[in-house]
């Protein structure tokens, strides 16, 4: 094995990094792997070239890779090259959990690139907060629960979380979802970390298994692998953590590499987010009448919390469910913007109010620090909501509260701003990134002014190694009823991919009914991995999902069919609908692109190797095929044949 942070190559004090590099990489694609039995690629070597030249220059480069080219691994080698030179980690930002497993599990393409190198790789994962089990949560609840799989999370905590004398060196990281692999997603809602948990003023921060497992992968030295939810949560949090005396999320990268890159922009959306939870102002302002402040303050906090209460009512009042999202529509009306309003012009006041009282009384400035940063945070979403066509607003309800989420338009000045004017190289990596060659759409969502581009096509023969299908829908019934004989004569070994989750729903209930000759994997039943792994292992089973149109790698048997149940066009949610608003033509700048762009990395999820084989099947109604049709045909990799 070479010594782990060493260059895999020499290099003399007279010679250019960059011209080692490339004769290493070069000694890499032709003579190593082939040796190993990896196939030599033409496209492999075009794509390694353009790499070479976006790490030299420190570029931003959209790298259109299809299917098959083994773009990971000319990522992933220049990614530790690079980490080793400059000596600070690169990171590797992937769309989902599911793509990130493909890059960390056991025979993926991080422990299949150190067996044909012999390079051992200090790779490491950050993940989202909701990925860790909250202790403080799991502990109140275990004392009232009857679940099961609720109690047995709990036994498996380690002693030291509950234990108050134990020493800080006797910490182990714990937590982790993929540790509790038999909670469904809807039981791992209950006992993971949240919005509404005060984290910075908990007793066990310490000791949580978010904190561990971050002082954990801020030490790599190769590579930090996040999904792009957590790298923009990191920019969008990064200057108000050091206000706050605590280090961001993600140490300083010498490159960025974007997985599946064309997806940014949502996660940049959802980053940027401002929630604001019904109880949450009500808890801080009570916190601040606890302590020794003048009967002026009191006064105004007692308007503000009226006005707060009143505020929120409206907003649930009027709020109205979409179909695919659980991001509930709320139109402005006059009444909503004079309560805010108001409630701006008094927290304006409070935050003066604050700065005496801290000054003329005693305030725990810990609770000082904790009621101005929320403050101020309210106040700032306040003027994000008054002000015309600047943001984007919905209510999200659970049982126990209501949250007005508040999203920028525009997120492209955000991040030309706070990513991609770091002097580093950004490298983007899919096998979607362009609409017909041009990448003008996706660098201008981005805030990207100047970059690199190409282009390369998969080297597969998809005439010979795949057939698609179009099919009409004319009733739901009719249309699940061929869907399940498509599955039965493929005897399993298909993945259904639906629109949303309500949709799939639809159909589990349905098939619930009704005897199936294998085993049928539902998303959401799981931890995603262990649901994947099933399915993988088991030949005769099918597997549902509405995640997985990108990341899912499933070569050979397992996978053989992929239906496709209906168009996957966009939810007609608040954030499409802003979208929608300002598009000369939001069919063929919103709803037209995002659809071929899902239903292209869907028709993927077929053919991983040169040895794969099997059909697709795609599903729409007769008014969706007059309009798509010839769009449809002029992105797909074989012509589609139509079953009457």
């Known amino acids: 094995m070479t010594k782990i942070n ?22 890499v694609f032709y003579d190593i792997l082939p040796e190993q039995g990896y196939e030599l690629r033409d496209e492999q070597i075009y794509m390694a070239f353009q790499l070479e030249q976006a790490f030299k220059k420190k570029t931003t480069i959209f790298a259109e890779a299809g299917v098959g080219t083994g773009k990971t691994f000319v990522y992933l080698l220049y990614a530790i090259c690079y980490a080793r030179y400059k000596g600070i980690p690169a990171i590797i930002s992937c769309a989902d959990e599911t793509l990130i497993e493909q890059l960390v599990k056991k025979g993926g393409d991080i422990e299949k690139l150190e067996k044909a190198l012999g ?15 909250c202790a403080r949560k799991l502990d109140r609840i275990v004392e009232i ?13 380690p002693e030291f979380v509950y234990d108050y004398t134990s020493s800080k060196k006797t910490f182990e990281r714990y937590g982790d979802r993929k540790e509790y692999p038999w909670v469904s997603d809807e039981t791992w809602e209950k006992i993971a970390w949240d919005p509404l948990q005060q984290c910075s003023t908990c007793e066990l921060r310490h000791r949580s298994g978010q904190t561990l497992n971050r002082e954990y992968y801020r030490h790599a030295k190769d590579l930090i692998i996040c999904s ?23 140490p300083e990268a010498c490159t960025v590499i974007f997985d599946e890159g064309h997806l940014l922009e949502f996660a940049a959306q959802k980053g940027l987010t401002y929630r604001f939870h019904s109880e949450t102002l009500h808890n801080v302002l009570t916190g601040y009448m606890g302590q020794d402040v003048r009967e002026e303050s009191l006064y105004l906090i007692e308007d503000i919390l009226t006005l707060h209460e009143d505020w929120f009512d409206l907003l649930s009042d009027v709020a109205k469910g979409v179909v695919g999202s659980n991001r509930k529509e709320i139109e402005l009306s006059e009444s909503m913007l004079s309560i805010a309003s ?123 190694q795949m057939k698609l299908y179009g099919h009409i ?54 931890e995603i991995s262990v649901t994947v792994k099933a399915f993988q292992e088991n030949k005769q089973s099918v597997l549902c999902a509405y995640h997985l149109w990108e990341g899912l790698d499933i070569p050979g048997e397992a996978l053989t069919k992929v239906i496709i149940a209906s168009l996957p066009f966009p939810p007609k949610d608040p954030v499409f609908k802003a979208k929608r608003k300002h598009a000369l033509d939001p069919e063929k700048e919103v709803d037209g692109p995002y659809m071929l762009l899902r239903l292209r990395q869907g028709i993927g999820r077929l053919i991983r190797t040169s040895d794969d084989y099997g059909s697709v099947h795609i599903w729409m109604k007769k008014e969706e095929r007059e309009k798509y049709e010839e769009v449809i045909n002029g992105v797909v990799p074989v012509a589609m044949r139509w079953n009457s």
Do not use: C
Request: aromatic residues 14%.
């Open 6 to 27: 060493a260059l895999p190559f020499t290099i003399s004090k007279t010679e250019n990094f960059f011209d080692r590099l490339g004769d290493y990489v070069g000694d």
């Open 119 to 133: 390079l051992e790789v200090d790779v490491r994962l950050a993940k989202a907060r909701e990925n860790y089990v």
């Open 145 to 157: 629960t009857e679940n099961e799989d609720i109690i047995r999370v709990h036994d498996e905590i």
């Open 228 to 250: 792009h939810d957590f790298y923009m949560e990191h920019v969008w949090t990064k200057e108000s953590r050091k206000r706050e005396g605590q280090i961001p999320l993600l």
């Open 342 to 464: 108001k409630l701006f012009d008094k927290v304006e006041k409070l935050l003066d109010q604050l700065v005496f009282d801290s000054e003329m009384f005693t305030i725990d400035e810990y609770h000082l620090k904790i009621i101005e940063e929320y403050l101020e945070f309210y106040h700032y979403g306040l003027s994000i909501f008054l002000k015309e066509d600047e943001g984007i607003f919905w209510i999200e309800e659970t049982p126990d509260t209501t949250t007005l989420v508040m999203m920028p338009r525009l997120v492209e000045e955000v991040l030309k701003k706070e990513v991609f004017s770091k002097d580093i190289p950004f490298i983007f990596s899919s096998a979607t990134l362009s609409q017909g060659g041009d990448f003008s759409y996706l660098a201008n969502s981005l805030g990207i002014d100047s970059y690199e581009s190409f282009s390369v096509d998969s080297p597969f023969d998809y005439a010979e």
């Open 473 to 526: 829908e004319e009733t739901k019934e009719d249309k699940w009823h061929t869907i399940q004989k498509q599955m039965e004569q493929n005897t399993g070994s298909s993945l259904v991919l639906f629109s949303n989750v309500e949709e799939m729903d639809e159909f589990r209930s349905w098939a619930n009914g009704r005897s199936w000759p294998f085993d049928m994997y539902f998303e959401g039943e799981q």
